[in-house]
Structures are given as structure tokens and as C-alpha cells.
Nanobody
Framework: QVQLVESGGGSVQAGGSLRLSCVASGSIRSINIMGWYRQAPEKQRELVAIITTDGRTNYADSVKGRFTISRDNAKNTVYLQMNTLKPDDTAVYYC?????????WGQGTQVTVSS
């Protein structure tokens, strides 16, 4: 089992920045890819960014050039630096990882961007 705990959400004005953190604990040797997803009201959950253990990344087109995912393997932590935030970025952001048996999610952290 893997446990994920997110932090760092909040409310900002458009153009502002936030940094999300997600700490993994438990059977962390079994995981490779970690990622961030988000879900806005009345919308489906969508991928924001993912990162592998060796640092390869992939981003949703809507956040490319504004968001940066990174990870500190020694601290079992993945980060999401969000710059130039837009009202459309308003959502609950979830940390995710998976192993051969399960898909793991954090509890989510709210990000609200006002215009």
C-alpha cells in the first residue's frame, strides 16, 4: 500500500503562483511514475503532469510552459510548481501513483484562481 498526502493549495489571483507538494509513504519501492491530476466542478478528472523516477516528464497541453513537475526521490515527494495561473486552473488537484496491483490517490487539495 502507498499513502499520498498533498499540501500547498489555496486561493490566488490570475497570474499568481502556487506550489503543490505530495509526500508518498508506505510501499514506495514499488512505484515509478507519479503524477498530478485535477478535477473542476462538473468536469472529469484530467491529467496535469507526470514524472518518472528518472525525471522524464509529460504535461497536458493546457499547462505546458506554465507548470513544472519535479520530484525529490530522497524525500519521496513530488512537486507541482504552477505559474501564471488562470481561472480555468481552478480545481481540486490530486496526487497519483500506481503499482502492479493498485491505483493510489491523495485526498486532494483545492486550488482557486480568481480573475
Amino acid at each position: 500500500q502507498v499513502q499520498l498526502v498533498e499540501s500547498g493549495g489555496g486561493s490566488v489571483q490570475a497570474g499568481g503562483s502556487l506550489r503543490l507538494s505530495c509526500v508518498a509513504s508506505g510501499s514506495i519501492r514499488s512505484i515509478n511514475i507519479m503524477g498530478w491530476y485535477r478535477q473542476a466542478p462538473e468536469k472529469q478528472r484530467e491529467l496535469v503532469a507526470i514524472i518518472t523516477t528518472d525525471g522524464r516528464t509529460n504535461y497536458a497541453d493546457s499547462v505546458k510552459g506554465r507548470f513544472t513537475i519535479s520530484r525529490d526521490n530522497a524525500k519521496n515527494t513530488v512537486y507541482l510548481q504552477m505559474n501564471t495561473l488562470k481561472p480555468d486552473d481552478t480545481a481540486v488537484y490530486y496526487c497519483n501513483t500506481f503499482d502492479m496491483n493498485n491505483d493510489y490517490w491523495g485526498q486532494g487539495t483545492q486550488v482557486t484562481v480568481s480573475s
